[in-house]
C-alpha cells in the first residue's frame, strides 16, 4: 500500500521518500524500507535500475529531504542519543568534534568506558 503523500518527501539523490515526522523511509512504490543495525543506526539499502546499490543511513535521508545535502566536515546527530529515532525534531547538524563531545557525554561514546570511574 503506497503511503499516502502528505507530510512525506522526496529525498532527490536517492530517489526514496521519508516522512521527516515519523524518520521512516519508503521506497518509490511505497514499501518501508530499512533495517536496524547491531550498531542502532537504521539502514537502507537501494538498488537502483542499472543494479548498482547504495547503502544510506535513514537519519541522513531525513536530514536531506528537508534541509539538503549535509555540508562537508559536518554530521547529523540524534539529540536524544538514540540512534533509531530518526524524526526531524531529533537531529541536529554537529562538526565531527561536537558530535563526539556529545557521546561522551550521554555515555554512547565507541570507545573506552563509558564510566568516569573506570580504571585502566
Known amino acids: 500500500m503506497l503511503p499516502s503523500a502528505i507530510g512525506k518527501l522526496l529525498h532527490c539523490a536517492s530517489g526514496l521518500l521519508v516522512s521527516p515526522s515519523t524518520g521512516e523511509v519508503w521506497s518509490a512504490c511505497g514499501r518501508a524500507v530499512g533495517w536496524r543495525s547491531r550498531d542502532g543506526y537504521i539502514r537502507v539499502i537501494h538498488r537502483r535500475a542499472g543494479g548498482s546499490c547504495t547503502t544510506w543511513y535513514a537519519h541522513r535521508l531525513v536530514w536531506e529531504a528537508v534541509h539538503g545535502p549535509v555540508p562537508k566536515r559536518m554530521e547529523v546527530d540524534h539529540l536524544d542519543g538514540d540512534s533509531s529515532n ?12 561536537e ?4 557521546q561522551r557525554a550521554r555515555n554512547i ?11 585502566l
Do not use: E
Not at 86 to 97: A, E, H, I, K
Not at 109 to 119: E, H, I, L, R, T
Open 86 to 97: 530518526n524524526r526531524l525534531d531529533n537531529l541536529q547538524l554537529v562538526t565531527g568534534s
Open 109 to 119: 561514546a565507541k570507545f573506552g568506558s563509558p564510566s568516569s570511574q573506570c580504571k
Open 99 to 102: 558530535n563526539r563531545q556529545l
